[in-house]
């Protein structure tokens, strides 16, 4: 009886074994799956890691040089030898599968960048599937040159570029990411050639308020109002908006730059605003743009950027905050 029961434990404790092994197999087998990747061209599109997927919705984007190697652009630092040192973004999608853009500003202004050796003018969109992971090599235009001063790379990706406000009835603030990059010459003198007039808001609010928000409020200054689905304008029409920003608590400064049809649009005849922060109130504004002169849904959105020429560090490097988007049609 007890030899019975001997080779009964055996034989458990052997099939468990097995049942071990095999467990480990298909997992190796399913961690390889999950890093192939499918190529077209330079741009890999690969899984993202299902335990990044239970944290929850939403997406993670990073930029990384191909030719340096460096931990500093985890602190939202690059180093490049030159403006055209290729680099990579990744992007992953917990979000919904659906279309995004890319886009890239350098000092805070659009540039130009080559995709495999294609030409882009400061947006590339492409479609990708959740729970996917899509990595490009980026290269700046070749008429942006080294110097010894310090620049700034703004990277962006923005969901559903092709949809409007106005007409699914949504409102968000919340349809991408967009991280703030300096960028270092090896030769650079580490200051940032940052001589730009400021532009004075037009009242203090005391409101519990942070970030950005764009709409057409020029008369209620007693709450911060979310703008409407849409507004209606004429074609080539000088367009009045109004902003509500800042209030952030240790920030010097901060800028405003708008996209009309995912482009960015002057606003009142410069590329951005550069505002004095003040932290115990909410600065109000206003602006114009300008109508597109066809007509049609154009989609607004803006961002927001606190201490623009702050060196990057562990501490302040984090994404930027995206003002609420809403559509323009143009009559």
């Avoid at 973004?89 to 080559?114: M, S, W």
């Avoid at 940052?194 to 928000?213: D, H, R």
């Avoid at 109130?281 to 114009?288: E, L």
């Amino acid at each position: 009886m007890i030899n019975f029961l001997f080779r009964k434990k055996t034989f458990f404790l052997a099939l468990l074994l097995l049942i071990v092994v095999i467990f480990l197999i298909i997992h190796l087998n399913l961690s390889k799956n999950s890093e192939r990747r499918e190529e077209t061209g330079n741009i890999k599109i690969s899984n993202v890691p299902q335990d990044s997927l239970d944290l929850g919705v939403g997406y993670s984007l990073e930029l990384n040089s191909l030719v340096i190697e460096q931990e500093s652009q985890v602190y939202g630092t690059i180093v490049m030898d030159s403006p055209q040192d290729k680099l990579e973004v990744h992007f992953d999608n917990r979000g919904n599968t659906g279309n995004y853009i890319l886009k890239v500003l350098y000092d805070y202004e659009e540039v130009a960048f080559k995709i495999d050796n294609k030409n882009y003018q400061s947006s590339y969109p492409f479609h990708l599937e959740t729970g996917k992971s899509i990595r490009f090599p980026i290269e700046l235009a070749s008429n942006i040159t080294a110097d010894k001063h310090l620049h700034k790379l703004l990277v962006a990706v923005y969901a559903s570029p092709e949809k409007n406000a106005s007409t699914i009835e949504a409102m968000t603030n919340e349809y991408g990411m967009t991280l703030d990059y300096e960028i270092t010459f090896n030769k650079s003198n580490q200051s940032f050639n940052s001589n730009k007039e400021y532009t004075s808001p037009e009242k203090k609010i005391k409101a519990e308020y942070q970030g950005l928000m764009v709409n057409e409020n020029f008369n209620n200054f007693k709450e911060i109002l979310y703008p409407p689905y849409n507004l209606k304008a004429k074609k080539g029409e000088k367009i009045k908006l109004a902003y509500n920003a800042g209030k952030y608590p240790e920030a010097k400064d901060y800028l405003i730059i708008s996209m009309l049809d995912w482009k960015q649009t002057e606003m009142n005849g410069a590329p951005y605003l550069f505002i004095k922060n003040d932290p115990n109130s909410i600065d109000y504004g206003t602006f114009f743009i300008k109508a597109p002169e066809k007509e049609g849904l154009y989609e607004y959105s803006a961002v927001i950027v606190p201490d623009p020429y702050k060196h990057k560090n562990e501490v302040i490097f984090s994404t930027i905050d995206t003002g609420y988007r809403f559509t323009i049609e143009v009559e």
